[in-house]
């Protein structure tokens, strides 16, 4: 058949693939490696002028495509809209001294240490111009247990930096999610903050109202319920200890902390029922009012408040889009749960951040949607309930939307965290009823009945609620292979597996097997993947060489982010200390020591001591990696990489190349606005290699031996 010809014959169902489209002109624009210029948005814009000309009047068998070209430039438009809206300063430099600013939020790092997020800083001797709009600082040393009131003004004495970028070529770019976030600087205090004023009367009223529900539960409730429970409600997870955070990651109940599609949907579905059973309750009203109506309005503002409460964080945000498209639709007389629906919030999202495409929370809050979307339109008029007994059928629905939101989630969750919950399912079986059934549900009731002061049995009903799932949470987690390592995947496979996927959603008849294959046929390039044989850290402290047995780092502490990152993308389940344990090719001293890879002798120097025995160093080695600024003071013919080099290149990928020599694989090559150099034409950027290298463009370098058996004849004049 004609394809022209198929699109046109499917075009009732292909509604489901504008977001597709969209999403494809938003990967162009973070595929890019130079920060677009006014001609590249003007093409996009020309290109959505023809496709929008296209659709409408063009012939009938390129209307599809024109629509494709259509939205696929919204998109990429979208994108520079929203990059030019949240553009703000970075800080450029290391800074140590007083901070001062607005307390908007409150959550905890990476390693478990509370963290607040200031909004409009003052930073001593830095122009306004070049101050951030939002910094991040960690509570450390005599600042832990300090918790400063959301919309005080707070002073403390800290060390800022600017967001850091990926630890590998390809890995996480955190400097991206932040500039989104306007985050313009990172970094720790251990000094106890000083309020300097209070919130304002009037000012952040809701967020005060947050915080003192946050606090209010924590202290109600206590321990680790108390935290889940702030976390549901407010969104605040500084409540929460390490413990119990891993044990929910390791039975994939983790996302029963984040506010998104679950808790929006069993808030507003509460509401929704409460309101039209009270309705119906009373029938001379029920027989003159829309009560399915007025329920949707009232489980509407229900969830605004609710998008309020939570702070409006992403994934909030998202999660009230659907919602409010589900029950926008029950307004206006249309089905609430279709494909078209899903796609319509996809699109809204999309558009207004597009940023969200790279979230792993939008991909498996979509990816569950559309699934049990699909699953539950191809059972409708083929499974009848009567065929289950009613005592049963929560049960059976239980079973089966965790089933199918756990498949559609998996390969999402695997590429991201590196890690499979293999009770998983069981987990969720055993927790999300309980959550949907009395812990949300006496959310709502205590909401209402805080104002009366009442809300001490619903708070009751909550922790019990809380209590069993952290229980379920830390059995699961203990059972024998709770968690399989999963190797990280190339980056094309993820968005091929999802396009398959949605055209065996989509497509109709016999046809739509294929994109099953396609997800099938993903699966072996992932199996196959290969990682980087020796790792560099960016700041040249950390490396890590590929062993028989899995990575081996050569030092069991320090950079503990970066080694973490690493072992996780290798598919490895060893701690840093383990890792670095391993037997393998590092020899001498924690500050100075040797390893031999691929024929060359490497010198991985680092400490105060470390420039003064470079010279030492390069008489013995073919290369030298030092965690400290060296050049230009490099003996003649030395190869050094230094933090000078490592600054600009980021962290290092190096394998062996060919003829003995080595391939470096620079990290920090893109030149885009969240990497500080979006205004640098791509001719007006040098390369980071020194001249003496080969160069194959500003990604990777070549090192070469000395001429053939270079290295060789040197390490036996050495020997």
């Given at each position: 058949?004609?394809?022209?010809?198929?699109?046109?014959?499917?075009?009732?169902?292909?509604?489901?693939?504008?977001?597709?489209?969209?999403?494809?002109?938003?990967?162009?624009?973070?595929?890019?490696?130079?920060?677009?210029?006014?001609?590249?948005?003007?093409a996009?814009?020309?290109?959505?002028?023809?496709?929008?000309?296209?659709?409408?009047?063009?012939?009938?068998?390129l209307?599809?495509?024109a629509?494709?070209?259509?939205?696929?430039?919204?998109?990429?438009?979208?994108?520079g809209?929203?990059?030019?809206?949240?553009?703000?300063?970075?800080?450029?430099?290391?800074?140590?001294?007083?901070?001062?600013?607005?307390?908007?939020?409150?959550?905890?790092?990476?390693?478990?240490?509370l963290?607040?997020?200031?909004?409009?800083?003052?930073?001593?001797?830095?122009?306004?111009?070049?101050?951030?709009?939002?910094?991040r600082?960690?509570?450390?040393?005599?600042?832990?247990?300090?918790?400063?009131?959301?919309?005080?003004?707070?002073?403390?004495?800290?060390?800022?930096?600017?967001?850091?970028?990926?630890?590998?070529?390809?890995?996480?770019?955190?400097?991206?999610?932040?500039?989104?976030?306007?985050?313009?600087?990172?970094?720790?205090?251990?000094?106890?903050?000083?309020?300097?004023?209070?919130?304002?009367?009037?000012?952040?009223?809701?967020?005060?109202?947050?915080?003192?529900?946050?606090?209010h539960?924590?202290?109600?409730?206590?321990g680790?319920?108390?935290?889940?429970?702030?976390?549901?409600?407010t969104?605040?997870?500084s409540?929460?200890?390490?413990?119990?955070?891993?044990?929910?990651?390791?039975?994939?109940?983790?996302h029963?902390?984040?506010?998104?599609?679950?808790?929006?949907?069993?808030?507003?579905?509460?509401v929704f029922?409460?309101?039209?059973?009270?309705?119906?309750?009373?029938?001379?009203?029920?027989?003159?009012?829309?009560?399915?109506?007025?329920?949707?309005?009232?489980?509407l503002g229900?969830?605004a408040?609710y998008?309020?409460?939570?702070?409006?964080?992403?994934?909030?945000?998202?999660?009230?889009?659907?919602?409010?498209?589900?029950?926008?639709?029950?307004?206006?007389?249309?089905?609430?749960?279709?494909?078209?629906?899903?796609?319509?919030?996809?699109?809204?999202?999309?558009?207004?951040q597009?940023?969200?495409?790279?979230?792993?929370?939008?991909?498996?809050?979509?990816?569950a949607?559309?699934?049990?979307?699909?699953?539950?339109?191809?059972?409708?008029?083929?499974?009848?309930?009567?065929?289950?007994?009613?005592?049963?059928?929560?049960?059976a629905?239980?079973?089966?939307?965790?089933?199918?939101?756990?498949?559609a989630?998996?390969?999402?969750?695997?590429?991201?965290?590196?890690?499979?919950?293999?009770?998983?399912?069981?987990?969720?079986?055993?927790?999300?009823?309980?959550?949907?059934?009395?812990?949300?549900?006496?959310?709502?009731?205590?909401?209402?009945?805080?104002?009366?002061?009442?809300?001490g049995?619903?708070?009751?009903v909550m922790?019990?609620?809380?209590?069993?799932?952290?229980?379920?949470?830390?059995?699961?987690a203990?059972?024998?292979?709770?968690?399989?390592?999963?190797?990280?995947?190339?980056?094309?496979?993820?968005?091929?597996?999802?396009?398959?996927?949605?055209?065996?959603?989509v497509?109709?008849?016999?046809a739509?097997?294929?994109?099953?294959?396609?997800?099938?046929?993903?699966?072996?390039?992932?199996?196959?993947?290969?990682?980087?044989?020796l790792?560099?850290?960016?700041?040249?402290?950390?490396?890590?060489?590929?062993?028989?047995?899995?990575?081996?780092?050569s030092?069991?502490?320090?950079?503990?982010?970066?080694?973490?990152?690493?072992?996780?993308?290798?598919?490895?389940?060893?701690?840093q200390?383990?890792?670095?344990?391993?037997?393998?090719?590092?020899?001498?001293?924690?500050?100075?020591?040797?390893?031999?890879?691929?024929?060359?002798?490497?010198?991985?120097?680092?400490?105060v001591?470390?420039?003064a025995?470079?010279?030492?160093?390069?008489?013995?080695?073919?290369?030298?990696?030092?965690?400290?600024?060296?050049w230009?003071?490099?003996?003649?013919?030395?190869?050094?990489?230094?933090?000078?080099?490592?600054?600009?290149?980021?962290?290092?990928?190096?394998?062996?190349?060919?003829?003995?020599?080595?391939?470096?694989?620079?990290?920090?090559?893109?030149?885009?606005?969240?990497?500080?150099?979006?205004?640098?034409r791509?001719?007006?950027?040098?390369?980071?290699?020194?001249?003496?290298?080969?160069?194959?463009?500003?990604?990777?370098a070549?090192?070469?031996?000395?001429?053939?058996?270079?290295?060789?004849?040197?390490?036996?004049?050495?020997?």
């Amino acid at each position: 058949m004609n394809p022209l010809r198929a699109l046109a014959e499917a075009r009732g169902r292909l509604f489901a693939f504008v977001p597709v489209m969209i999403a494809a002109g938003i990967g162009l624009w973070f595929a890019l490696g130079d920060e677009p210029a006014l001609i590249h948005y003007a093409a996009a814009g020309a290109v959505a002028l023809a496709g929008a000309l296209g659709a409408l009047r063009g012939p009938e068998g390129l209307r599809i495509p024109a629509a494709a070209a259509l939205c696929a430039a919204l998109g990429f438009l979208a994108c520079g809209v929203r990059a030019e809206r949240v553009a703000a300063p970075v800080l450029g430099f290391r800074y140590y001294g007083p901070i001062e600013g607005r307390v908007v939020a409150i959550d905890r790092s990476f390693s478990d240490k509370l963290r607040v997020t200031l909004e409009a800083p003052r930073l001593e001797d830095v122009a306004p111009g070049r101050t951030p709009w939002r910094v991040r600082v960690s509570f450390h040393g005599a600042a832990e247990g300090s918790r400063p009131e959301i919309g005080s003004t707070i002073r403390l004495i800290g060390h800022l930096g600017p967001p850091e970028g990926p630890v590998e070529p390809g890995g996480f770019d955190f400097r991206r999610m932040a500039w989104f976030r306007s985050l313009g600087a990172v970094g720790y205090t251990r000094t106890p903050p000083e309020t300097l004023a209070p919130p304002a009367p009037r000012a952040a009223l809701v967020n005060r109202l947050r915080d003192a529900i946050s606090v209010h539960l924590i202290e109600t409730i206590g321990g680790d319920a108390g935290g889940v429970a702030a976390a549901l409600t407010t969104g605040d997870r500084s409540g929460i200890g390490q413990a119990a955070t891993e044990a929910l990651r390791a039975s994939n109940l983790s996302h029963l902390l984040s506010i998104s599609g679950l808790h929006m949907g069993l808030i507003t579905a509460f509401v929704f029922g409460a309101v039209r059973g009270g309705i119906a309750l009373v029938p001379p009203l029920a027989l003159r009012v829309p009560g399915k109506k007025i329920a949707a309005a009232v489980a509407l503002g229900a969830g605004a408040f609710y998008l309020l409460l939570s702070g409006g964080n992403v994934a909030t945000e998202r999660a009230f889009v659907m919602v409010s498209v589900f029950l926008v639709a029950v307004l206006l007389d249309r089905r609430a749960l279709s494909l078209r629906s899903v796609a319509i919030a996809a699109v809204i999202i999309l558009l207004a951040q597009p940023e969200s495409l790279t979230d792993p929370g939008f991909q498996m809050s979509f990816a569950a949607t559309v699934a049990l979307v699909a699953s539950f339109g191809a059972l409708r008029g083929r499974v009848s309930q009567r065929r289950i007994p009613w005592a049963l059928r929560p049960i059976a629905v239980t079973l089966f939307t965790s089933a199918v939101a756990g498949w559609a989630t998996a390969p999402i969750a695997a590429a991201h965290f590196n890690r499979v919950a293999e009770y998983g399912l069981l987990a969720n079986v055993l927790s999300v009823p309980i959550v949907g059934t009395f812990v949300m549900p006496a959310a709502v009731v205590a909401a209402v009945l805080a104002p009366l002061g009442l809300e001490g049995p619903a708070l009751w009903v909550m922790a019990q609620g809380i209590s069993w799932v952290l229980g379920v949470a830390h059995f699961v987690a203990g059972l024998e292979g709770a968690v399989t390592a999963v190797i990280e995947p190339p980056g094309w496979v993820l968005p091929a597996m999802a396009l398959g996927a949605m055209w065996l959603i989509v497509w109709p008849r016999r046809a739509r097997w294929a994109g099953a294959a396609a997800v099938a046929l993903c699966l072996i390039p992932w199996g196959m993947a290969e990682r980087p044989a020796l790792l560099v850290s960016a700041d040249g402290a950390l490396l890590g060489v590929m062993g028989p047995g899995g990575r081996i780092l050569s030092a069991p502490r320090g950079a503990g982010f970066t080694a973490d990152a690493w072992l996780e993308a290798d598919g490895d389940m060893a701690t840093q200390e383990e890792a670095a344990a391993r037997p393998g090719p590092f020899e001498g001293a924690a500050g100075d020591r040797r390893l031999t890879f691929a024929g060359w002798r490497i010198a991985v120097m680092k400490g105060v001591r470390a420039p003064a025995g470079l010279a030492a160093a390069c008489a013995e080695a073919d290369l030298v990696i030092i965690a400290a600024r060296v050049w230009p003071d490099v003996p003649t013919g030395c190869r050094v990489i230094d933090q000078r080099l490592l600054a600009r290149t980021g962290a290092l990928a190096i394998a062996p190349g060919a003829g003995g020599g080595l391939r470096l694989r620079a990290t920090d090559t893109d030149r885009r606005a969240w990497s500080g150099a979006a205004r640098r034409r791509p001719n007006d950027a040098p390369s980071p290699w020194p001249r003496s290298w080969e160069r194959e463009g500003a990604a990777t370098a070549i090192l070469r031996p000395e001429g053939p058996g270079g290295i060789l004849r040197a390490a036996a004049a050495r020997q």
